[in-house]
Structures are given as C-alpha cells and as structure tokens.
C-alpha cells in the first residue's frame, strides 16, 4: 500500500543544535502532518500543512518549530534550537484529502536531545 | 481541539474471545473516527474508521459503534488471534483530518 517515508529512523543531537526531520509522503498526497509521541503515550498533533501553508497548529509547535515543502520535495520539520524535552518519536503523515480520509503514518524518527 | 479518553490501557484476552476498546470525545464537531494498529517499531496503520452518519460499520471480525449523543465510541474485535496483539489507538477529527488521538490500549491475546 501507500508508503510514507521517514530518514532518518533515529537521531542524536546535542541541545541547543539544530535538527531537520525528513518525511517522503505518498506521492499523490496534499495534506501533511507532524505528530509527536513521547514514549508510552498517544501521539500528539504538532501541524498540519497544505498548498505551501500550515494550516493549523497546536500548543505544542514551539516557536523553534517550522516547517516547510520546497518544491514538492521532502516535507521537513525542523527544530532550531533543540531542548532536551524535544526528545520523541516524530511521526509524519499525509493524506490525499482534507477530511474523514485516511491519514498515512511514517515509521517515525526517534529524536534523542542531548 | 479535541480531548479523546480511551479505555482501557491495557487488556488481556484468551484467544478466540472477543475484545472491547472504549473512547470519548468531547468536541460534538468531530465527524470522523478513525482507529489504528500499532506494532512494535512500525507506523500506526489504519485498520478500520466511521463518519459520523453512520452507527456502525463492520469489516473482517471488526465492529465499530459510534453513539453520538453521548460522545463515544468503541471498537471490538470478535475471534481474536494472537497476531492482534498490538497496541490500539482510537483517534476523533473535527476538521482538516487532524486526528486528536487516545492515550491507547495494549492488547495481548493469549494461546
């Protein structure tokens, strides 16, 4: 079936640094999502990205948080400066429409802030 | 936004017997209720969802009900096999697909 792709599977940074999270959506796909899971509990909504915008955003997109999809390429989510509770499962996920369609999950990337 | 109760966090069942997953929402605006699977290591996958025009919905040994009026809905599994061990999610979304998800539940089906 449909594949979202995340590189890398898991990253070490040192707090403060800068990281940038890459997610390979399903190709025919136009709606794009971050979610954040901390270990043993349900992922959480960061941002949802459609048409070059983010749409929509929760409490939890810091400001040290962005996003972006240049040119229809990877669809990024990157943290400047990291803080060591940005320590997660980032998980990316996109769907082809805007409502009550299914929503495709990437295996995550393991962010270790430290 | 969308606070979503699930219950419970963990459940234990003999194979072949039914199991039962519980959820909550409070936003009478979420109209779309989707469930995932996740194993160990991999990505949550779909694995069965409901509109909020529907009550219920079955697919291969999975039933879904939804009760509006009291904001909740569950899913159950009849027969289960070992291989439906996994940790659970249900999920409400009331726009643009954003899915508020529930704290989940670890199933374990025993031989």
Redesign the interface.
Known sequence: GPK?LQIPSHQIIDMGQMVTLNCDPVSNHL?F?W?KQILG?????LV?F?NGKV??K?KLFKDQFSVERPDGSYFTLKIQPTALEDSAVY?CAS?L????????????TRLTVV | ?EQVE?LPSILRVQEGSSASINCTYENSAS??F?W?KQEP??????II?I?SNMERKQTQGLIVLLDKKAKRFSLHITDTQPGDSAMY?CAA?P??????????TKLTVEP
């Open positions: 979202v709606y999502y979610y509990q349900q992922m959480e909504f949802n459609y749409m929509e929760s998980f769907s429409g805007a409502a009550n369609t299914e929503v495709f999950f990437g295996k995550g | 936004g699930q109209n779309y989707p995932y290591g991999e990505n949550p996958k779909l969802d509109r999610f979304s726009n643009y697909n954003v899915l508020y998800f529930g704290s989940g």
